[in-house]
């Protein structure tokens, strides 16, 4: 009680102690060795598949299920989550011991992956499925919309794929970006199933047809060597390649009848370019928007990374065109 009464008797003394605790508290917080901490969260990796058209039990029992399998027992492995969502999309979270290699962790768990490929649906094969050094939890939400509806949702979503996912994929910290309520640019084929049925076709008939006139092919040359002797110049054929709008799909040849007859893709569908899916929806403050989810990489710092996050969607926001903004919530 004495000591304390010590400084409540000398304000003056009191005060100057505490400021000079305070100085010499900000200069050793400056050479605090806190890169040399150890670190508290284990690291984790993240498997993501998707499966177009597909509820969230198919994706479990044909997606998840065969990778789980696989990846359970990996070294350094202590504990495995996933999830499957209505939308064909999985996400497996792997996590390991403190003090693992993550570039080893990775690359164990991308064997592991590739072991389990030939056991799932050919479209998850054709799609891709990725592995991130990326942590489960969100460490920050951009979202970009059009205050004034000047832009659509299914612009927005295609400049923040194109013009922002990429760049903020760069920064140091950024471990993986999700786009939520994305509205990615595609193809829509509406087929008729009266008109497929009475010429005996299926949608599988529509599909391999797409994919084997859709397709770019090396056109060769002409004039290479080895030639006779009097060639002038050498030329490279090229070739058209894949279809760049809505409307050469129209002249797909999906059947050919036995009267010679040929049936295009416009005699049975209906052809228009819109998303590829709608199924989630972003919205802020009741505006319809593009959620732009960050995940952090494990083993780096989550409010330098979120510093320079804002920092970079400042400076591309220069260059957005008039209707278009962003906002940061969380």
Request: glycine share 8%; hydrophobic share 40%.
């Amino acid at each position: 009680m004495r000591f304390a009464h010590f400084f409540v008797d000398r304000p003056i003394f009191a005060s100057v102690v505490s400021i000079v605790l305070l100085i010499l508290g900000g200069i050793a917080y400056t050479q605090l060795p806190v890169a040399q901490y150890p670190e508290i969260a284990p690291p984790t990796i993240v498997v993501r598949a998707q499966y177009p058209g597909a509820d969230a039990q198919t994706v479990a029992a044909t997606v998840a299920t065969p990778i789980e399998q696989e990846i359970n027992g990996v070294e350094g492995m202590l504990y495995m989550s996933s999830y499957s969502s209505g939308d064909g999309s999985m996400a497996l979270t792997i996590t390991f011991k403190l003090g693992t290699d993550l570039d080893k962790a990775q690359v164990l768990v991308q064997n592991r992956v590739s072991v389990a490929e030939p056991r799932l649906p050919e479209e998850v094969r054709r799609l891709g499925i990725t592995t991130t050094k990326s942590s489960p939890d969100l460490m920050m939400v951009v979202h970009m919309l059009s205050p004034d509806n000047t832009y659509d949702q299914l612009y927005v979503s295609n400049y923040a794929r194109s013009r922002v996912r990429d760049i903020l994929l760069r920064l140091d910290g950024v471990g993986d970006l999700i786009i939520f309520g994305e509205r990615e640019y595609s193809l829509r084929i509406w087929l008729d199933p009266e008109k497929l049925s009475a010429l005996g076709m299926t949608s599988g008939d529509v599909v391999q047809a797409l994919r084997d006139q859709n397709v770019q092919v090396s056109g060769g040359s002409i004039g290479a060597p080895p030639t006779g002797t009097g060639t002038a110049f050498q030329y490279t054929v090229t070739t058209q390649g894949r279809f760049n709008d809505a409307r050469d799909f129209r002249y797909v040849i999906v059947k050919s009848t036995d009267d010679g007859r040929l049936i295009s893709l416009q005699d049975v569908a209906r052809i228009e370019l819109g998303a590829k899916d709608y199924v989630t929806n972003s919205y802020l403050n009741g505006k319809p928007a593009v959620a732009l989810a960050i995940f952090q990489r494990p083993g780096t710092n989550a409010l330098a990374a979120a510093a320079e996050i804002q920092d970079k969607m400042k400076e591309l926001s220069r260059d957005f065109p008039k209707g278009l903004n962003y906002d940061i919530v969380y």
